[in-house]
């Protein structure tokens, strides 16, 4: 890995918010916030509904601003990838001595520094709106929101092949894909919630864990360590996977001589 | 010195053959041009030359070197440029270069920028957006990043496509004074045969993925009994028709 290599392409994507477009600045703050507003006066009313002991704010918003890490992870890290296929700059770069890794490294440190701007800003509107605190979580905020950090990178990557390999008709992919994961993560509700048939589907999602673990050191106050350890293990494992299958695609594109026609 | 090695060269997709057997050498600090008609295999041997298609089968090497297995090092040391491959539009020329000064390991890459800037004549666009550019003034953007890492190798592939020809004729006395101080290799493919009488030390023509024949324009030109290259060309693209 070479720092000055991973430090080009973050630069390079960093630029671009440099007041010159409206809509990645509403990307970073405005809508994560008309999200989070949304569900926060949705859980304002149900919690006038007495529904007994359950903190509806906490679940909701929590379940809202973790959603979001794991959203801002897979569509930066997507995006990011699109720009320089939108832009016809793919070939330039990937004839540079760039290589996969510095590539995907660079796109995650600017997945991180998105999410962390965006939290905050998510964190302190709930806090004034909602009196509502992620930290009531305690540390366990910090191996949760990683573990969703990870699964949106090995969504991101599994996305990025596809268009690798199939060209721009696939990047609808890139803001589709995580719509379907949400149902199936049990983001606001309980696994059990599910039609029998769909947990067996919600239960290989990393995802599904850190959202039960949530509740239930929300509901208990204590870390859930086997939902944490699931999580961990799958999110490896799947990692690992992807960037196999990223690579394989990559070589298959190298082979059929399709990489320039990727950005066409 | 053979700065570049193509032994056997052989890409297959699926059924058909686009370059078949092809073996050449390039000289160091020499212009090589890599001519043949429209489908002969050119831009598939430079994605292969550029590791971004792999062959079939045979080997290519660089300064002595296997390009699969030292392709890091190779790379830093290569680059290249066409109109076919555009910059991003929606940042100035110097984040542009700076971008791949940066990529390519440069040692002050402003300095450099400022520098390779003067010499292509664009310091004025520096601070401009890329979207901004003219045709013209993409072209020497194009060639000054191409020369962002003092390359040893050069690609251009129809460097001056698409450009009037008071432009190209200005692109060609920049790529000749570059090439004189700088001694840099370049392989060079184009469809102005003009331009490569005026430019190239040598012609490689190829067709239907095959090597065709080799030597300097003159040369060419004599075997053929052509007044001009042009001419050579037509001779070579129809031989089989």
């Known amino acids: 890995m070479n720092s000055g290599r991973i430090k080009a392409i973050v630069m390079r994507h960093l630029y671009l918010y440099k007041g ?10 405005f809508w994560p916030v008309m999200t989070l507003l949304t569900w926060g006066f949705f859980s304002v009313y149900l919690g006038k509904l007495n529904l007994g002991n359950i903190n509806i704010i906490s679940v909701l918003l929590g379940a809202v601003v973790f959603w979001e890490i794991v959203q801002m992870s897979q569509q930066a890290v997507s995006v990011y990838f699109l720009e320089d296929v939108w832009e016809k700059n793919f070939l330039n770069i990937f004839v540079t001595p760039l290589t996969l890794g510095e590539f995907f490294a660079a796109t995650a440190i600017l997945a991180i520094i998105k999410i962390i701007i965006t939290a905050a800003v998510l964190l302190t509107v709930a806090y004034f709106s909602y009196h509502y605190s992620i930290f009531t979580l305690g540390f366990a905020v910090i191996p949760y929101a990683l573990n969703l950090f990870i699964f949106g990178m090995v969504i ?5 092949a596809i268009i690798l390999r199939f060209g721009t008709s696939a990047q609808v992919l890139a803001f589709g894909v995580i719509l379907i994961l949400q149902p199936l993560s049990a983001v606001f509700y ?9 947990q067996p589907i919600s239960r290989i999602l990393p995802t599904t864990y850190v959202f039960e673990a949530m509740r239930a050191t929300l509901a208990g106050g204590v870390f859930d360590t086997t939902s944490f350890l699931l999580a961990l293990g799958l999110n490896i494992f799947y990692f690992i996977v992807v960037c196999f299958f990223f690579s394989t695609m990559f070589k298959i594109v190298k082979r059929k001589g399709i990489l320039l026609k990727v950005q066409n | ?6 032994k056997n060269l052989t890409k297959d997709f699926g059924d058909f053959r686009a370059v078949n057997d092809l073996s050449f050498s390039i000289e160091e600090g020499k212009i090589t041009a890599l001519l043949g008609p429209n489908g002969a295999g050119k831009t598939t041997t430079i994605q292969m030359l550029l590791d971004i298609i792999t062959p079939t089968s045979g080997s290519i090497s660089f300064f002595g070197k296997d390009l699969h297995t030292n392709k890091e090092e190779i790379l830093s040391k290569v ?4 109109p076919y491959v ?9 984040e542009n270069l700076l971008t791949f000064a940066r990529l390519y390991g440069v040692k002050k890459p402003k300095q ?26 993409l072209t020497r953007v194009n060639l000054t990043k191409a020369f962002v890492n003092d390359p040893k190798v050069l690609l251009l592939d129809e460097a001056t496509a698409s450009l009037d020809p008071y432009i190209a004729d200005k692109t060609l006395t920049v790529l000749e004074r570059m090439q004189k101080e700088r001694k840099v290799t370049i392989l060079y493919t184009s469809h102005n045969m003009a331009e490569i009488e005026r430019l190239c030390d040598r012609v490689i023509f190829i067709n239907k993925g095959t090597l065709r024949d080799d030597g300097t324009p003159q040369e060419l030109m004599s075997k053929f009994g052509h007044k001009d290259l042009n001419d050579v060309f037509i001779s070579i693209a129809t031989e089989e028709e």
């Not at chain 1, 309980?190 to 769909?198: E, H, K, Q």
């Not at chain 2, 555009?86 to 110097?94: D, E, G, K």
């Not at chain 2, 920028?113 to 901004?132: H, K, Q, V, Y």
């Open chain 1, 20 to 29: 010159r477009s409206l809509p990645r600045f509403m990307d970073i703050f």
């Open chain 1, 156 to 160: 991101a990557i599994f996305i990025n």
């Open chain 1, 190 to 198: 309980p696994v059990t919630a599910l039609p029998s048939f769909i």
């Open chain 2, 1 to 6: 010195m053979n700065v570049i090695e193509v």
């Open chain 2, 79 to 82: 680059n290249f440029s066409s």
């Open chain 2, 86 to 94: 555009a910059l991003p539009s929606n940042l100035t020329v110097m």
């Open chain 2, 112 to 137: 450099k920028i400022e520098e390779l800037a003067d010499f292509f004549e664009i310091r004025n666009l520096l601070p401009r957006m890329t979207t901004s550019l003219s045709t013209g003034q």
